[in-house]
């Protein structure tokens, strides 16, 4: 039986040890890393800095709501405003597997930044069984590069240290709630963030497109549980396809582009499967998103588990 207290006594002594001197801890507003950012601040106190990058892929409203959770938690917090070279970066990348290393390439290059500046040479990072494990090496297949993980370049200067890097998902929820962190139930949210959810390549166009999207969901879904409609589904989003097509607006021709809503749930994320939504939930989705989004013109509904699929669609 997993022991959330004994792992956070254990988990800060480690830190303790293994940190001689001062860190920075890559922050995202996700259980992860909030639960690393905890136990990092409970080992290290002032000698840990908060690092959260805004890559321009972030969800609607996402860095506000970083920056108050931080705050709040009484740590050193830095903001970094990266979207122009995250975007740049990207550019033309089409590749799932290239566009993930770009990014944990680039977020490497921007925590050297940071610790030169703050002179440290930890990175912490709120890296989970998952990750490693879908990141492949050995004889594991690699499924995906997670960019905490399948990312790093290997000239990077920073030590890195993952105290979460052996727990699930569910066991990370359970350190969260016995550290009673406001983000112990939030969905997860992809590193990479809307770059795996823009299929093909990324500009700003896709990303805002995707972005507005993935709030209607989001607050689709939350008010659905909250009214008590549904059971809240492990995560839940949407994503923006590579193809067009033909459609009606008013008595014009349309020609837009298609968005997949996807629901799943899941226990530690290794497998999933696809939320059985009531039908007037998913009709509500699909007319905001088409009449709120004009370069929209159709949704569809992912209904694939995990395996075959995986819950991200990149």
């Known amino acids: 039986m997993f ?3 004994k792992f956070v006594e254990e988990a800060v002594e480690k830190l303790r040890e293994e940190v001689k001197g001062k860190a920075i801890i890559a922050v995202s507003g996700g259980v992860d890393s909030s639960v690393a950012a905890k136990i990092g601040s409970l080992a290290l106190g002032k000698n840990l800095v908060a690092v959260y990058v805004d890559t321009g892929l972030m969800r609607k409203g996402e ?11 009484d740590l050193n917090f830095r903001f970094v405003d990266a979207g122009e070279e995250f975007l740049e970066a990207l550019k033309g990348v089409v590749d799932p597997e290239e566009k993930r290393k770009i990014i944990g390439e680039k977020f490497i290059r921007i925590f050297e930044r940071v610790a030169k500046e703050e002179q440290a040479e930890y990175l912490i990072q709120g890296t989970i069984a998952p990750d490693w494990i879908e990141s492949g090496g050995g004889l594991r297949d690699t499924i995906k590069s997670h960019h905490n993980v399948g990312g790093l ?10 105290p979460l890097r052996d727990l699930y998902k569910d066991e990370v929820r359970k350190v969260a709630r016995y550290l009673g962190l406001e983000v112990a139930e939030r969905q997860p949210f992809p590193g990479p963030g809307l770059a795996v ?35 809240k589904p492990w995560q839940y989003f949407a994503v923006l396809l590579p193809v067009r097509s033909v459609g009606v607006r008013g008595d014009v021709r349309a020609y837009g582009y298609t968005i997949a809503i996807r629901s799943v749930d899941s226990i530690d994320a290794m497998t999933a499967a696809y939320s059985k939504l009531p039908h007037d939930l998913l009709e509500r989705m699909a007319i905001r998103i088409t009449n709120e989004i004009p370069e929209v013109n159709r949704v569809v509904y992912d209904i694939s588990n995990k395996p075959p699929a995986t819950i991200e669609w990149e």
């Open 197 to 231: 959810r823009v299929l093909g390549e990324i500009n700003r166009e896709s990303v805002e497109i995707v972005r507005e999207a993935c709030a209607i969901v989001e607050e689709e879904i939350d008010n659905a549980w909250k009214d008590g409609r549904i059971e």
């Open 63 to 73: 860095s506000e709501f970083v920056t108050s959770l931080y705050k709040k938690m």
């Open 153 to 162: 370049p290997e000239d990077m200067e920073l030590q890195v240290i993952e």
């Open 3 to 5: 022991d959330a207290e």
